[in-house]
């Protein structure tokens, strides 16, 4: 069973309550990105300033930082 440490539980529920308060959805890049690092593929992520490239690497990673599983 996967211990998730309570700070990143409680970032990720904020990250949550802010996309559904303000109505933002995510990029198709971000998608993809999420998808890929969930299926344990490495990702180089491409794309303009201001597009969202930090958050679509940051956010699918919360859950593996607050179970230790990089390394």
């Given at each position: 069973?996967a211990?998730?440490?309570?700070?990143?539980?409680?970032?990720?529920?904020?990250?949550?309550?802010?996309?559904?308060?303000?109505?933002?959805?995510?990029?198709?890049?971000?998608?993809d990105t999420?998808?890929?690092?969930?299926?344990g593929q490495?990702?180089?992520l491409?794309?303009?300033?201001?597009s969202?490239?930090?958050?679509g690497?940051?956010?699918?990673?919360?859950?593996?930082?607050?179970i230790?599983?990089?390394?």
């Amino acid at each position: 069973m996967a211990y998730i440490h309570s700070s990143v539980e409680r970032l990720m529920g904020l990250f949550d309550h802010y996309r559904a308060v303000t109505h933002i959805k995510p990029y198709s890049h971000q998608v993809d990105t999420y998808k890929a690092l969930k299926a344990g593929q490495s990702v180089i992520l491409r794309a303009p300033t201001g597009s969202g490239k930090s958050e679509g690497v940051f956010v699918p990673s919360l859950p593996m930082l607050g179970i230790g599983e990089f390394s």
